[in-house]
């Protein structure tokens, strides 16, 4: 996969998509673990966003892929927060 990665065509994720990367930008770029947890949190919101389409269609390939990468971050997110409560 290039630089630009997979395209998905969907409305609804083409418009969260640069909500998201901000979001991972802002984790991936903070050293302080309190810091990484809410952005995490702000990413779980936006990830549900993605996780609970509406015009999901579960015969789409952009669909699957769409709920594949929501899931990743979800799951990424999640940990973070869990980290937070262990510090």
Same mark, same amino acid.
């Given at each position: 996969? &290039? !630089?630009e &990665? /997979?395209?998905?065509?969907? /409305?609804?994720?083409?418009?969260q998509e640069?909500?998201?990367?901000?979001? *991972?930008?802002k984790?991936? &770029?903070?050293?302080d673990?309190?810091? !990484?947890? #809410?952005f995490? #949190?702000?990413?779980?919101? #936006?990830? +549900?966003?993605?996780?609970?389409?509406?015009?999901?269609? +579960?015969?789409?390939?952009?669909? #699957?892929?769409?709920?594949?990468? /929501?899931?990743?971050?979800?799951?990424?997110a999640? *940990?973070?927060?869990?980290?937070? !409560?262990l /510090?």
């Open positions: 996969m &290039g !630089k &990665g /997979a395209k998905i065509n969907c /409305a609804i994720f083409q418009k640069p909500i998201t990367k901000h979001i *991972i930008d984790i991936n &770029g903070s050293k673990v309190k810091d !990484k947890a #809410e995490a #949190e702000e990413l779980q919101k #936006e990830v +549900d966003v993605l996780l609970s389409c509406q015009d999901y269609k +579960d015969t789409s390939i952009d669909c #699957e892929n769409c709920r594949f990468v /929501a899931n990743l971050r979800k799951r990424t999640d *940990i973070i927060v869990k980290v937070k !409560k /510090a």
